[in-house]
DNA sequence: TAGTTTATTGAGATAGTGAATCAATTTCAT
DNA sequence: ATGAAATTGATTCACTATCTCAATAAACTA
């Protein structure tokens, strides 16, 4: 236990800045969250539905969007569905999705982020965030 | 007019390949679709209600969803929403997105393409399409 | 600690997107 | 022109995510 104080902090701040509270159901969906990759609310519903007293889908729902605004997950729009991926322990990530199997790799590339700034300066951009997926075959798919 | 000759050509081509038929509905989807640069299915309904005959909601979404497969556009999953961007007279292009205002410019990058193109390699993938979206504020509204 | 204020929860209702259904219609090869 | 096969459009349906609101829980105050 508690590789999770730093994340636990980071939310406790982000409670405090906004007159939010620090629940039973916002810590406990927390320690799940921070467990994972990548989930989607249902799934998170699911893996949750098990404990009594059980965690109700909009609060699943309240509490992922939260952790986004706190910075601990970032939401993702992957076909119909929405993934939060746990970007407390690492940096932003950028994703490679097997468009076969579906596996997801993840990656940093400081170049790229640096040529982004770059393009969005050109423009007069100020960037906040990004999103970057490569879409293709892995090894094993390609054959 | 008739700057629609090669696109109506392409979707020609690929109805001819799939046993498809050419209808009204897909030409004069197809029209107005050519003339923008970004559109969801709503969006084309309401833009396509005001004629008469009216085209039907669910034909829009079908149309949308062939023009993907011909490769004349492009879905990407935008928040809730889907948009369908035109790709045919233009190469592959990225976004930079507003997030006060919805601005949306385009871009293109070489060396980003091409370091992706890199990433991709040193995990075992082929990259099939790729999404880069950037998210910030514009010049506007930055204030 | 008890009392009070304020945010949160959960169950269900609601909104919205996109796809499925199917009878009527249109396309297109013959 | 004819007929097989695809398409259309109105509607229904499935699904995701948000909203509503009474009941509850958190956190501040005395």
Redesign the pocket.
């Known amino acids: 236990m508690n590789k999770n104080t730093k994340e636990i902090t980071a939310l406790k701040d982000h409670?405090a800045k906004h007159?939010?509270?620090?629940?039973?159901?916002?810590e406990h969906i927390l320690n799940v969250f921070l467990r994972t990759e990548h989930v989607?609310?249902?799934q998170m519903y699911r893996q949750l539905a098990k404990k009594d007293?059980?965690?109700?889908?909009?609060?699943i729902?309240?509490?992922l969007?939260l952790f986004c605004e706190a910075g601990l997950a970032q939401a993702r729009h992957f076909g119909?569905?929405?993934q939060y991926d746990n970007v407390s322990h690492k940096g932003h990530h950028d994703h490679l999705i097997c468009t076969s199997c579906g596996k997801i790799v993840e990656f940093e590339n400081e170049e790229i982020e640096r040529l982004q700034e770059e393009v969005a300066h050109t423009h007069g951009f100020t960037i906040q965030t990004h999103k970057l997926e490569l879409y293709g075959l892995c090894s094993s798919c390609r054959h």
């Open positions: 409670l007159q939010l509270k620090l629940t039973r159901q916002r989607t609310a249902e007293p059980h965690i109700g889908l909009a609060t729902y309240r509490t969007n119909t569905q929405t």
